[in-house]
């Protein structure tokens, strides 16, 4: 079974531009979350989605906005994009009820200059 | 509440040895405690976990200790090999809401 996959890999944005992320979870898994991680630290939440609706929302400005679409599959978009942004964006699915796992995706880099 | 500390930020060890990550918690709502494993340019990847009503779980050359009274959980790698060189995060949920991070160890695997 193919695991989390993310798109793009890597993306170069200048400072307030806007940036979508896309992400598909694992065949199955339902509930997709939402993770940005700065170099040298871990991953921080962003967001939560379970069938499309959203289940849990981390401490990020309104400029970071999510969706999930009926094949549970999500973007992220983020608008006016801030030096501070650059980072390392992580997908992870899991299946709700099953406490806790969630399975990450290779990330997509985001470099704002 | 909601922090995770994790130490060392760094550990060197010999191939062949103990490697000992620590964390600690302080919300006691936590109840799903799992380790992830990230090599450089790669998401983390799921290593082992345990749940609060077990003192200790063994996956292969990966133990999890889980002490409950001091809020405190600790991954043992046994027989470290190069292969295991990688950061390693601790991190905390409650249910199957949000993972809540540690700072991360960076673990080296002297050959």
């Known amino acids: 079974d193919a695991g989390v996959t993310q798109s793009p890999t890597h993306l170069i944005k200048t400072r307030g531009q806007q940036v979508t992320l896309r992400c598909s979870p694992i065949?199955?898994?339902?509930?997709v979350s939402w993770y940005q991680q700065v170099l040298g630290q871990g991953p921080q939440f962003i967001f939560q989605?379970?069938?499309?609706?959203?289940?849990g929302r981390g401490n990020f400005p309104d400029r970071f906005s999510a969706r999930q679409f009926p094949n549970y599959s999500s973007e992220l978009n983020v608008n006016a994009l801030l030096l501070g942004d650059s980072a390392l964006y992580l997908c992870?699915?899991?299946?709700?009820?099953?406490?806790?796992?969630?399975?990450f995706g290779p990330g997509t880099r985001l470099t704002v200059t | 509440q909601q922090q995770v500390k994790q130490s060392p930020q760094s550990l060197i060890v010999q191939k062949g040895g103990i490697s000992i990550i620590n964390c600690a918690y302080e919300?006691?709502?936590?109840?799903?405690f799992p380790w992830y494993q990230q090599f450089p340019g790669k998401g983390p990847a799921l290593l082992i976990a345990?749940?609060?009503?077990?003192s200790e779980k063994k996956e292969g050359r990966f133990t999890i200790s889980f002490n409950k009274s001091a809020k405190q959980f600790s991954l043992h790698i046994m027989d470290s090999q190069p292969g295991d060189s990688a950061t390693y995060f601790c991190?905390?949920?409650?249910?199957?809401?949000?993972?809540?991070f540690g700072q991360g160890t960076r673990l080296t695997i002297n050959p």
């Open positions: 992870a699915s899991s299946q709700i009820g099953y406490a806790g796992e969630q399975y």
């Open positions: 065949s199955g898994h339902k509930s």
């Open positions: 989605y379970y069938e499309k609706e959203e289940r």
């Open positions: 919300n006691t709502a936590f109840d799903y």
């Open positions: 345990i749940r609060p009503d077990v």
């Open positions: 991190a905390a949920s409650i249910g199957d809401q949000k993972l809540v």
